[in-house]
């Protein structure tokens, strides 16, 4: 800038002419300033230029400046760096244990020397507060220690936009922007004495329990409730939060407010295991509260999401049960429900499934506007240190992908922690993005309180043993500053553990009294009646005008200047086409499932990899216009004007943060189908967590029920082992259905066997078989997660498609499609029953015809995996009393359903019955990558079969 005055005088503002003209005079910094022109009035500054004598001394003083300038923007960057962030004093937070050279002086060329010396100050910081537009450089350097190299470390200068960054400045360098009121620093030291005192209550009456105690971090409960009273005077009115084990009683019963008795109920060694789930319940299951926020006087739901021991499992599926919160009230901006995600170091920086939960944080399907994210930075893993187990600097690096600003703070500073979590608060309430809070502090004992970790640390540990404990350290400071005397912080401690003891006493008149909606993170308030009675679902069959107006809407380009493409003109003719002659494809069959259930009020949520058009082409739920970018059209939001919201959404490419968002979406309101889909079913086994953990146990572990649709491309066509197998066998394995049992028959045998299952597995053959399977998952008066194996060439397959009248009024789901053919006429002549599922019927059906076998040999359809369809099969064999059993399938012998279907069918049959198997070979692989080979091999398993 100078260097231009210098040539040209008017080529900088009218302010630094000044300035750079009172130098050339002589006049230190601070005189030579003068403020910008107030418009009408002129500025009496120095006319003379500048001779040649003069521009060094000019010079120095520039450069003087520039360095400065350029000192502060080195601690704006990297001042964290310095931060005294270890409680222990002994580590880095950073793995980089050199302090960065331009945070000194004299790296850019100023000493002691120039201490005394005024520099204007830059507008990018605000060192100087309200008023002062100069210091001198040693009152510069101090204030710039004291916000970016004291017990807060600010990592922000990555974000891109200036004024997000400049709203950060404001907050940590105005001066005295952290001092805490009087009442503010009571409550945080009686905050401080309940999240202490209710550790070390647990630690003397369960001495030999594992608790995954708070010790080392206590500030985190202070912290939370920070967050929470400053979100809750924001406007937030419910609160949804995910967790690890470390913490997590603590945070139940002094965040929350769970009540004490039913966490110390618990630890009740003799508690059966329906009383408790399946699973430790004090360290996974969930919670839901309301209560009244004192500091706002306001009412706050608060909400702790059930989750496994599964590092960071839990987050996308408590960002979905947000999404979904947010979505039922209308809060389209994320001002009354939000996040709080908790976080463990190790974990934090290596589990990908929090990349890819950051990830949807900006996707207008996902996004939660905004959720604070606090690690709990144990500095170590469960015995790994940090240099062996990530490879970026800080363990909240990856947070960076999304410009989310990192406040580092220790944990053992807990003023500091408190107004870090203030502006975390106002952050997300300001720019609805995610922020994170690194809490560097230390875990007293072990992973739990009865691992020793002197096998492996053993320095960190001698120097913990002597580590002061934070409300010591914190009362002897306030004593000190006249907030408390020593005998209000006595008391304060006596109150709150006689208020454990209080429950402690009443746990026990309560043992074996617990109710599973105390531990529910997801209420379904009235959707369970008091006195349940057992019913047969009911018809899920649609009218006929309905089918009609559903698929003349869905069939039917938009009209104005909305130009389609011509090829997607075509398919949408041949689908009008199609339902006037009284039939549906597989498209239309899906179309008429969730448009009926949305003319219901029920609302219908898809996600997952391309699916608005659907990987296959087939879908085409959202139509684009060709000539203008963002131009769309939804059909299925078209039917009426009091139906449900359809919301159709391609996803990130995840598999498994999207699964866990679309099964928190789904457990927060039972009257909604969520439904995710695989691109390929092949593809699930990178979601395999959500659904081992979640899906398939989350009844029996924690007492939740999900209606969540899973929906898996399955078939073999030649495609090779990445695109053939959604591995049926491992949905099958999962699920809970006795083989050996035969289940009482009767009328209510189908509903009844629902009932009892983990989830429902299906392959549907048919349009309406999977149009009543997507209706019954409404219909019915429980909710369970349902599998279905989706079709891929037998989308565009003639023979694969439905009547109307299969779906129309009095229809429902048919566990099986038996024979209909020449066989089922006159089954005592058949000589095989064919048993299958899927594709596999269709070419079965093709070749049976062809070799003129449709007397001998009846084909019969499972469309219904699990639960097994025991009755409808046993009424088979009956009817075919003569025939052999053979069970027909694509899939290698030790892959497919053999496995599952094999021993149910000996219960079904007896084991006398004569039951054989056609199919491929066992192998490693799911199917051959040779397209010849996959001929041979499906010919060949079709001709075992017919023979």
């Known amino acids: 800038m100078y260097a231009s005055w210098l040539e040209d005088p008017k080529s900088v503002h009218r302010s630094w002419d000044a300035y750079f003209r009172n130098v050339s005079l002589g006049k230190p910094p601070g005189q030579a300033y003068y403020p910008p022109p107030v418009l009408g009035k002129p500025v009496a500054v120095a006319t003379a230029m500048p001779s040649a004598v003069d521009q060094s001394n000019i010079t120095a003083i520039v450069e003087d400046h520039l360095a400065v300038y350029s000192m502060i923007r080195s601690y704006q960057i990297r001042g964290h760096r310095k931060a005294m962030l270890d409680p222990l004093g002994i580590l880095e937070a950073d793995l980089n244990e050199d302090t960065p050279p331009d945070l000194k002086m004299e790296y850019w060329g100023l000493g002691e020397q120039d201490l005394d010396k005024v520099f204007r100050l830059p507008n990018s910081t605000f060192i100087g507060g309200e008023s002062a537009t100069a210091l001198t450089l040693r009152d510069i350097v101090d204030r710039l220690e004291k916000t970016y190299c004291h017990h807060v470390g600010l990592d922000f200068m990555f974000i891109p936009e200036k004024y997000k960054c400049d709203w950060i400045r404001k907050k940590f360098e105005m001066p005295g922007h952290d001092v805490l009121t009087r009442d503010e620093k009571r409550t945080l030291l009686a905050r401080l004495v309940r999240s202490t005192g209710f550790e070390g209550f647990l630690a003397r009456k369960w001495s030999s329990e594992k608790r ?16 929470i009273d400053k979100s809750s005077e924001l406007g937030v009115e419910s609160v949804v939060m995910g967790m690890p084990h470390r913490g997590r009683l603590d945070v139940l019963a002094n965040v929350c407010r769970k009540p004490l008795e039913q966490i110390f109920t618990q630890f009740d060694p003799t508690l059966e295991p329906s009383d408790e789930g399946s699973g430790d319940v004090k360290y996974h299951l969930g919670m839901s509260h309301q209560r009244l926020n004192r500091g706002t006087n306001k009412i706050i739901q608060l909400a702790v999401v059930a989750n496994p021991s599964h590092l960071e499992a839990v987050n996308p599926v408590v960002q979905g049960k947000t999404k979904a919160e947010q979505f039922y009230r209308g809060d389209a901006r994320g001002k009354e429900v939000m996040s709080i995600l908790l976080h463990g170091d190790a974990a934090f920086s ?130 000190a500053e006249g907030i408390v005397t020593s005998a209000e912080v006595q008391e304060e401690i006596a109150k709150y553990e006689k208020i454990c003891e209080e429950a402690f006493i009443e746990a026990k008149s309560e043992k074996r009294v617990l109710k599973n909606r105390d531990w529910l993170d997801s209420p379904w308030k009235g959707f369970f009646p008091k006195n349940y009675e057992v019913t047969a679902i009911k018809p899920t069959g649609i009218t006929l005008d309905r089918i009609k107006h559903i698929g003349k809407t869905f069939s039917t380009p938009p009209d104005g200047d909305f130009k389609i493409h011509g090829g997607l003109r075509r398919i949408l003719k041949a689908r009008a086409d199609l339902l006037s002659n009284g039939y549906v494809d597989w498209a239309m069959g899906e179309a008429l499932a969730f448009g009926s259930l949305l003319m219901e009020g029920i609302h219908v949520r898809l996600s997952g990899q391309d699916v608005e058009r659907g990987t296959f082409s087939h879908r085409h739920h959202i139509l684009h216009c060709q000539e203008k970018d963002k131009l769309l059209y939804c059909p299925l939001n078209d039917l009426s004007a009091d139906q449900a919201v359809y919301t159709v959404c391609n996803s990130s490419l995840s598999e498994y943060a999207v699964l866990g968002f679309e099964l928190g979406f789904s457990m927060t309101n039972p009257y909604a189908l969520i439904v995710w889909e695989a691109q390929f079913g092949d593809f699930n086994n990178t979601a395999q967590c959500i659904i081992d953990q979640f899906i398939s146990s989350g009844q029996d572990k924690w007492v939740r029920q999900t209606g969540l649709v899973m929906l898996l491309p399955h ?76 079709p891929k060439s037998l989308l565009r397959l003639e023979a694969a498609r439905s009547h109307v009248d299969e779906m129309a009024d009095g229809t429902s789901f048919r566990r099986i499609i038996p024979d209909e053919g020449p066989a089922s006429e006159n089954p005592e002549k058949v000589r095989k029953l064919l048993l299958c599922t899927g594709k596999i019927y269709y070419e079965l059906f093709k070749e049976r015809s062809k070799r003129g076998l449709t007397e001998d040999i009846a084909i019969t359809r499972l469309e219904q995996i699990s639960p097994f369809p025991f009755d409808l099969l046993k009424a088979e064999a009956h009817k075919y009393r003569n025939a052999e059993i053979v069970w027909a399938q694509e899939e290698p012998k030790n892959m497919g359903y053999w496995g599952y279907v094999r021993p149910r069918l000996e219960t079904t049959v007896g084991k006398a019955g004569k039951i054989s198997y056609a199919g491929r070979a066992t192998s490693a692989s799911t199917a051959t990558g040779n397209k010849h080979q996959h001929t041979s091999e499906q010919e060949e398993l079709i001709k075992n079969a017919l023979d």
């Open 350 to 479: 290596g589990q990908g499934v929090v990349y890819e939960t950051f990830h949807l944080s900006a996707l207008p399907h996902y996004t939660t506007h905004g959720t604070i994210h606090i690690v709990v930075n144990n500095q170590i893993g469960f015995t790994t240190d940090p240099r062996y187990s990530r490879s970026s600097a800080y363990c909240t690096d990856v947070a960076k992908v999304v410009d989310a600003p990192i406040f580092h703070v220790n944990a053992d500073d807990p003023e500091a922690v408190m107004y870090v979590c203030k502006v975390a608060a106002e952050w997300r309430a300001e720019f609805n993005k995610d922020v994170v809070i690194d809490l560097v502090c230390y875990r007293r004992n072990g992973h739990n309180e009865g691992d020793n970790p002197m096998f492996t640390q053993p320095l960190m540990y001698k120097r913990i043993a002597k580590q002061t404990q934070v409300l010591n350290s914190y009362s002897e400071k306030l004593i």
């Open 212 to 227: 995954f105690g708070l010790e080392g971090c206590d500030v985190l409960v202070p912290a939370m409730k920070a967050i």
């Open 715 to 790: 078939g073999y066509e030649g495609m090779g082992p990445e695109h053939s197998s959604a591995r049926p066998e491992r949905f099958l394995q999962m699920s809970n259905d006795d083989p050996d049992f035969f289940p009482p028959e009767g009328e209510l045998f189908e509903v009844n066997q629902l009932m009892s299952a983990n989830w429902l597995v299906l392959n549907c053959s048919t349009p309406a078989s999977m149009f009543h399977a997507l209706r019954r998952q409404m219909a019915m008066d429980f909710r369970k997660p349902l599998v279905i194996f989706t």
